[in-house]
């Protein structure tokens, strides 16, 4: 059974870098046809794919958010991070780390931690 658990600051001020932490146990990040994402969800808004990071390594971001994101891994740790840069209050949602599949399907999620941007 693979788990996915999220953890970072559940407040970040404007203009700051906020910094989220998968860890993953239960599988590999390195292994093949998986894609490691972060997806998030604004009060009142639907979920929101922000990029993932491929099991070669290999990142893609959505467009709307890529000159501002960059997703790393720790492969020693089995974890992933996401780091997205000058917040603004806009960027206040919960934010999941989860597994997507080479078949197109989401199998596995972590619980989703709040992150509000705030002065």
């Known amino acids: 059974q693979v788990q996915l658990q999220e953890s970072g600051p559940g407040l970040v001020k404007p203009s700051q870098t906020l910094s989220l932490t998968c860890t993953v146990s239960?599988?590999?990040?390195?292994?093949?046809?998986?894609?490691w994402s972060w997806t998030r969800q604004p009060p009142g808004k639907g979920l929101e794919w922000i990029g993932h990071i491929a099991s070669s390594g290999a990142t893609d971001y959505s467009p709307s958010l890529k000159s501002r994101t960059s997703i790393s891994r720790d492969t020693s740790r089995n974890q992933f991070t996401l780091q997205l840069s000058f917040v603004t209050p806009e960027d206040t949602a919960v934010y999941y780390c989860a597994r997507f599949t080479s078949d197109n399907s989401w199998d596995y999620w972590g619980q989703g931690t709040q992150v509000t941007v705030s002065s």
């Open positions: 239960g599988g590999d990040i390195t292994t093949i046809y998986y894609y």
